[in-house]
Nanobody, 118 residues
Framework: QVQLVESGGGLAQAGGSLRLSCAAS????????MAWYRQAPGKQRELVAK???????SYADSVKGRFTISRDNAKNTVYLQMDSLKPEDTAVYYC????????????WGQGTQVTVSS
């Protein structure tokens, strides 16, 4: 069984910073792509940032230059450093990973709330 455990959400003021972490645990062979998504109230879930095993990152236009995704492959952990936060970044943030067990599966974290006050 594979679990993605997130931490680091909370409340920040506009212009502030938060750092999210997501660790994959359980029994598996390897972790491939890891990503962060977010879902604001009344909106669809959207991709924020993703990173390949080799370290290639891509970002949503709305967060480019403000958010940085990174990962520690030895720890099967992905991070999201969020700087210059804006009220519109308020959402539940979800970690996603492609994990190989007996097949390549798609897994989601439980979500962590990020609230940015103006």
């Amino acid at each position: 069984q594979v679990q993605l455990v997130e931490s680091g959400g909370g409340l920040a003021q506009a212009g502030g910073s938060l750092r999210l972490s997501c660790a994959a645990s359980g029994t598996f062979f390897s972790v491939y792509g890891m990503a962060w998504y977010r879902q604001a109230p009344g909106k669809q879930r959207e991709l924020v940032a993703k990173m390949t095993t080799g370290g290639r990152a891509s970002y949503a236009d709305s967060v480019k230059g403000r958010f940085t995704i990174s990962r520690d492959n030895a720890k099967n952990t992905v991070y999201l450093q969020m700087d210059s936060l804006k009220p519109e970044d308020t959402a539940v943030y979800y970690c996603h990973a492609e994990v190989t067990t007996s097949y390549v599966g798609s897994y989601w974290g439980q979500g962590t709330q990020v609230t940015v006050s103006s």
